[in-house]
């Protein structure tokens, strides 16, 4: 079921995903011409581009450092017998080389699209601990070494992709200019390179070099960025330590979620369906003592008794498709919202496009984002009309809920605090943009197991 609306401003088209994270690695193959292939595809790519761009100015940069740390260092020792500020010499050289580390994987991250993660701080409540800690780290040594080969590894990077290119391109250009060069034509010696033959060798040469100039250097920004991974990453275990660390804050949250989800269903229960079961069976007690002395007014009063009975009925099964809507595991999460967008009070467009079924508890957390995100919209944002997505792509179930209300809406709100906990429980992640006057998107990306 949809119920008809226009599109809301800024929505994606059915069937579109939303944005990603990059990935991890370069992806150096993309967007190619396939009709010419790799080579010739490489050689007008602006990922190419990009990494001779990243590759040239790794030299600079790496002389630029290099010359800080030589100063830093050559300070530090001059001036540590002078009351010890060779010490804050020997401490502004590794802050540097800390925020040159930073930039570094902001640079690879924009040339290249390689995310290298940072390594987690020392933590520790003592502040002489925490900086003994981060001068005895082994990511501070790293972030150090990385400043002192940036540049001898630049300078070996650069030469072979310089070579590459500048002679297949003066090579391939070759006969164009030839017969200007002084003598006439060029030479090696006493070798004079002219006629035809000569030409036609050199054109070809030209064009085999400029052809493996972009694998070159792909290759070399690959190599690059393989060595800056190991020195600006963390290290294995401190990415285990992370994700560990990660995980308990996720089931803390999971089971503040559920604490708190079974408390909202013991209050209905107990305020609701339990107080209209109360009051059914003291109204059946009365009807009971009333059949033998005044019949008709026990009719009256068992009519009363069925209508409370319907009532309570109806609060369990609110109750009940609050928790897991039975449509939900019988006909999946497009009925389910469907019928969601029917009971809202603003007007909702529901459009999903799964090529597989997600696992039921995929299924269950977004109908429970749905299901919030709609109950926050009747009551909050005085929209005229709403709108949600749900498409499924690469492995992930990308959930939009978009309204043209008042906006404002506060990420660290209970409500959406909530929501992200659950979202946060089976590794996916939640964004809500919000701002003043409108509109509001909550974003959710969660992964599609089946």
């Given at each position: 079921?949809?119920?008809?609306?226009p599109?809301?401003?800024?929505?994606?088209?059915?069937?579109?995903?939303?944005?990603?994270?990059?990935?991890?690695?370069?992806?150096?193959?993309s967007n190619?011409?396939?009709?010419?292939?790799?080579?010739?595809?490489?050689?007008v790519?602006p990922t190419?581009?990009?990494?001779?761009?990243?590759?040239?100015?790794?030299?600079?940069?790496?002389?630029?450092?290099?010359?800080?740390?030589?100063?830093?260092?050559?300070?530090?020792?001059g001036?540590?017998?002078?009351?010890?500020?060779?010490?804050?010499?020997?401490?502004?050289?590794?802050?540097?080389a800390?925020?040159?580390?930073?930039?570094e994987?902001?640079?690879?991250a924009?040339?290249l699209?390689?995310?290298?993660l940072?390594p987690?701080?020392?933590v520790?409540?003592d502040?002489?601990?925490?900086?003994?800690?981060?001068?005895?780290?082994?990511?501070?040594?790293k972030?150090?070494?990385y400043?002192?080969?940036?540049?001898?590894?630049?300078?070996?990077?650069?030469?072979p992709?310089?070579?590459?290119?500048s002679t297949?391109?003066?090579?391939?250009?070759?006969?164009?200019?030839?017969?200007?060069?002084?003598?006439?034509?060029a030479?090696?010696?006493?070798?004079?390179?002219a006629?035809?033959g000569?030409?036609?060798?050199?054109?070809v040469?030209?064009?085999l070099?400029?052809?493996?100039?972009?694998?070159?250097?792909?290759?070399?920004?690959?190599?690059?960025?393989?060595?800056?991974?190991?020195?600006?990453?963390?290290?294995?275990g401190?990415e285990?330590?992370?994700?560990?660390?990660?995980?308990?804050t996720?089931r803390?949250?999971?089971?503040?979620?559920?604490?708190?989800?079974?408390r909202?269903i013991?209050?209905?229960?107990h305020?609701g369906?339990?107080?209209r079961l109360v009051?059914?069976?003291?109204?059946?007690?009365?009807?009971?003592?009333?059949f033998?002395?005044?019949?008709?007014?026990a009719?009256?009063?068992?009519?009363?008794?069925?209508?409370?009975?319907?009532?309570?009925?109806?609060?369990l099964?609110?109750l009940?498709?609050?928790?897991h809507?039975?449509?939900?595991?019988?006909?999946?999460?497009?009925?389910a919202?469907?019928?969601?967008?029917?009971?809202?009070p603003?007007?909702?467009?529901v459009r999903?496009?799964?090529?597989?079924?997600?696992?039921?508890?995929i299924?269950a957390?977004?109908?429970?984002?749905?299901?919030e995100?709609?109950?926050n919209?009747?009551?909050?944002?005085?929209?005229?009309?709403?709108?949600?997505?749900?498409t499924g792509?690469?492995?992930?179930?990308?959930?939009?809920?978009?309204?043209?209300?008042?906006?404002?809406?506060?990420?660290?709100?209970?409500?959406?605090?909530?929501?992200?906990?659950?979202?946060?429980?089976?590794?996916?992640?939640?964004?809500?943009?919000s701002p003043?006057?409108?509109?509001?998107?909550?974003?959710?990306?969660l992964?599609?197991g089946?």
């Open positions: 079921m949809t119920a008809q609306m599109a809301i401003p800024g929505a994606p088209e059915p069937g579109t995903a939303a944005p990603t994270p990059a990935a991890g690695r370069p992806n150096f193959v190619l011409d396939p009709i010419s292939g790799p080579l010739v595809g490489w050689l790519a190419t581009w990009l990494a001779a761009m990243h590759i040239f100015a790794g030299f600079f940069l790496g002389l630029f450092v290099f010359l800080v740390l030589i100063i830093g260092f050559a300070l530090g020792i001036l540590l017998a002078v009351l010890g500020l060779g010490i804050a010499a020997f401490i502004g050289t590794y802050r540097f800390a925020r040159f580390a930073d930039f994987r902001a640079r690879f924009l040339l699209g390689e995310q290298i940072t987690p701080s020392p520790s409540r502040g002489r601990r925490r900086i003994w800690r981060s001068l005895t780290s082994s990511t501070v040594w972030q150090l070494a400043c002192a080969v940036r540049l001898p590894l630049s300078i070996v990077e650069s030469v992709v310089m070579v590459f290119w297949g391109l003066a090579l391939f250009t070759l006969p164009v200019y030839n017969a200007e060069l002084p003598g006439g034509a030479h090696l010696g006493a070798m004079r390179f006629g035809p000569w030409m036609i060798l050199s054109g040469a030209g064009a070099l400029l052809l493996a100039a972009p694998v070159v250097t792909r290759a070399t920004a690959m190599l690059d960025a393989a060595i800056a991974r190991g020195l600006l990453g963390p290290a294995r401190a285990l330590t992370a994700r560990i660390d990660e995980l308990e996720s803390a949250r999971v089971i503040d979620a559920a604490e708190t989800e079974r909202r013991e209050r209905d229960l305020d369906a339990q107080q009051a059914l069976a003291m109204e059946l007690g009365r009807a009971k003592a009333k033998a002395t005044d019949p008709q007014a009719a009256v009063i068992v009519d009363q008794a069925h209508g409370q009975a319907k009532e309570a009925l109806a609060e099964r609110n009940v498709r609050g928790v809507p039975p449509v939900l595991s019988d006909r999946g999460l497009d009925a919202l469907s019928g969601l967008a029917a009971l809202s603003v007007p909702v467009t999903v496009d799964l090529p597989v079924r997600p696992a039921a508890a299924e957390i977004a109908y429970f984002v749905v299901a995100a709609l109950t919209v009747a009551k909050h944002a005085k929209a005229s009309q709403a709108e949600v997505v749900v792509a690469d492995g992930l179930l990308t959930l939009l809920v978009f309204d043209d209300g008042a906006g404002g809406a506060d990420p660290a709100g209970q409500g959406l605090t909530g929501l992200a906990a659950r979202v946060a429980g089976v590794d996916g992640r939640l964004r809500v943009t003043a006057g409108g509109p509001t998107t909550i974003e959710v990306v992964p599609c089946s």
